[in-house]
C-alpha cells in the first residue's frame, strides 16, 4: 500500500534513474543482488548495536529494490522468473535484518527485544506465505497494511529516531494483523469465487 503510493508520486524520478541505470548496462538482477548485499550490512550493523547507521543501510538498500523491477520495466525484460527472484531475495533480506536485530537482543539478553523480533520474522513471512497460497485460489491478495515496504520503513524509522522497541512491538502486533486481514479476505473471496 505505502509502496504503491510513494511510487506513483517518485515514479518519473525513478524512470529517469532507471533510464540511465539500463544504458549502463546494469540489470534488474545486479540491483536485487546489490540491495541484498546491503541488506547483509544491515544486519551486521544491527547485531553489532550500531541501530542508527543499520536504519540507514537498510533504507539505503530499499533503493535496490524500488530500482530493479522499473529497470525490468524500461529495459522490457520484466517477466515471472525475475519477479520470482526478486520476491525470493526479498524473503532472505527480511530473514537476514530481522534476524541481526534478533541476534543483537539475543547478545544482550534483552528477552523482550528477542521474543518481539521472533514474532516479527515469523509474521513477515507469514504475510508472504499467505498471499503466495491465497493467489491459488483467488486472483490477487494483497490487502493489509504491513507489506515489506512498510515494514522496512518503520523499523527504519525507529532506528533512526532511537524507538527501535516501540517500532518492534508496532511490527510484531502488524505484521500478524495484515496476515490474519489476508486470511478473512481470503476466505471471503474464495466463498464468492
Known sequence: MLRQMLERR??????????????????????????????VVAAWCYFQGRVPLAGFVILFAGVFDMLDGAVARVGGTVSGLGAFTDSVVDRYSDFLIFGGVLCMFSRMGNMTGTILSVLILSGAFLVSYVRARAELVIPRCSVGLMERSERII?????????????????????????????IHYTWKEGKNN
Open 10 to 39: 517518485i515514479q518519473p524520478l525513478v524512470s529517469k534513474v532507471a533510464s540511465g541505470v539500463h544504458r549502463a548496462g546494469i540489470t534488474p538482477n545486479i540491483l536485487t543482488l546489490t540491495g541484498l548485499a546491503f541488506n
Open 154 to 182: 518503520l523499523l527504519a524509522a525507529g532506528s533512526l529516531a532511537g524507538l527501535l522497541i516501540p517500532a518492534l512491538w508496532a511490527l510484531a502486533i502488524l505484521t500478524h494483523a495484515t496476515a490474519i486481514h489476508r
